[in-house]
């Protein structure tokens, strides 16, 4: 047998975050209903336990409850073998997660439909964390729905940045013009290359600012793996980028 591998620790807090997990976590029960060598199975535990706290801790934040029964792969192995088929398997899996991912999509949905306000201290450094989450969730990803999930995540993480722009640098309105609504990306983001950014020596600069955020609303709606990895380094450039607009 394989020997037990390191726990490991991943970080979920936003509902675009934890679809990402949701959505690999229902990837990878499905994958190893595959399975018949057990060494596989264990080899894959860390994993799933590292979604499953990630999830567990995440989700409670929302009162909404882990989906799954099951506390390790091999509790799974002993049910998955008298419901059938792979595909009955995989089907079984996806209707537990069903009503938590459908929470889950139904607040990422919403989530624009609201103005909080911007946070009092936040900063471009306070982004590191989610850079890091939306990193995390690449290497995971092993569904169409984990792609579109990476995808979901990153445009979350343009929100924050919207959020970070209105408060740090609400300047970037013109007189007499309304500011954009708190959450609109595309809008802060226009205004802050204007401001910071004109200039036909910065074009390149400001067409691929904007790319960047195109490639996150596609790879949210088309679940493939290429736009899924575009969109996460896309945003970290953007997060990278932006900030030194504005100090040069």
Same mark, same amino acid.
């Given at each position: ?8 620790? $991943?970080?979920? +807090?936003? %509902? ?6 949701? @959505?690999?976590?229902?990837? #990878?029960? !499905?994958?190893? =209903? ?78 624009? $439909?609201?103005? +909080?306000? %911007? ?6 450094? @306070?982004?590191?964390?989610? #850079?890091? !989450?939306?990193? =995390? ?112």
């Amino acid at each position: 047998m394989i020997g037990a591998s390191k726990r490991k620790t $991943l970080r979920a +807090t936003t %509902p675009g975050e934890l679809l990402g997990v949701l @959505d690999d976590q229902i990837g #990878l029960l !499905a994958g190893v =209903a595959r399975y018949s060598d057990q060494d596989l199975i264990f080899a894959r535990e860390a994993d799933h336990d590292a979604n499953k706290d990630a999830l567990t801790a995440g989700l409670k934040r929302l009162d909404l409850p882990y989906p799954f029964s099951y506390t390790t792969l091999m509790s799974w192995r002993g049910t998955w073998r008298s419901i059938g088929g792979y595909s009955d398997r995989e089907q079984h899996i996806i209707d537990m997660a069903a009503p938590v991912r459908t929470k889950l999509v139904s607040l990422i949905n919403n989530a624009g $439909l609201v103005d +909080t306000g %911007p946070d009092a201290e936040r900063s471009w450094s @306070d982004l590191e964390e989610d #850079l890091s !989450a939306l990193a =995390a969730l690449v290497p995971l990803a092993e569904t169409k729905h984990a792609y579109k999930s990476i995808g979901v995540a990153a445009r979350d993480l343009h929100i924050e940045v919207a959020k970070i722009i209105s408060a740090l640098t609400p300047s970037v309105v013109p007189n007499g013009q309304n500011s954009p609504k708190m959450g609109d990306f595309k809008s802060w983001l226009d205004l802050y290359l204007a401001a910071h950014a004109s200039g036909s020596s910065n074009k390149e600069l400001r067409s691929l600012m904007r790319q960047a955020n195109l490639v996150a609303q596609s790879a949210a709606h088309s679940g493939k793996k290429a736009e899924a990895v575009a969109s996460a380094q896309a945003t970290i450039l953007i997060v990278r980028v932006l900030p030194i607009f504005m100090k040069s």
